[in-house]
């Protein structure tokens, strides 16, 4: 695990939606602990509802925001500001637990990896995506799930 640098984004915001617990909450504590000013957002009632069972309300709201991220990078590149995304797979979080009943046996029998991921481990790389280390990284969703694209 990499050590927080206190002073990496000092003097920078970070803008994190989803930020009352799980993936958001763990990104908002990152950023904060390496210096940024962190705007968080979320909208209460969110998450399972409205169509996680069948999943293509879900799917379409993801795939809606790899064009989004897409299309406003292309806006506000020449403003100096970049615009990345993260494609997170199954993450040990309050939501998972309500999808599986609490018990995430037969989902992580379907995980390569053989377990879910945790909310730390999507907030690292948001961290990177957001650094000078990832200045020419732009507009892109990167995938971080435990290798569940893998076929």
Do not use: C, Y
Not at 83 to 94: D, E, L, S, Y
Not at 107 to 122: A, C, D, K, N, W
């Amino acid at each position: 695990m990499t050590m927080a640098n206190p002073r990496r984004f000092t003097g920078q915001v970070a803008f994190v939606t989803g930020a009352a617990s799980g993936i958001g909450r763990a990104t908002a504590v990152a950023f904060a602990r390496e210096g940024a000013r962190v705007a968080a957002a979320d909208q209460p009632g969110t998450g399972s509802e409205g169509g996680i069972a069948e999943q293509a309300g879900f799917a379409a709201a993801k795939h809606a925001v790899i064009g989004l991220t897409t299309s406003a990078a292309l806006e506000t590149i020449g403003s100096g500001i970049q615009i990345k995304a993260v494609a997170p797979g199954v993450i040990h979080t309050a939501m998972t637990a309500r999808i599986t009943g609490g018990t995430p046996d037969s989902t992580v029998q379907q995980e390569p990896i053989r377990r879910l991921g945790r909310s730390e481990e999507i907030a690292s790389p948001v961290l990177w995506l957001s650094s000078h280390n990832a200045a020419f990284t732009v507009a892109h969703a990167l995938v971080v799930n435990g290798g569940q694209t893998l076929g």
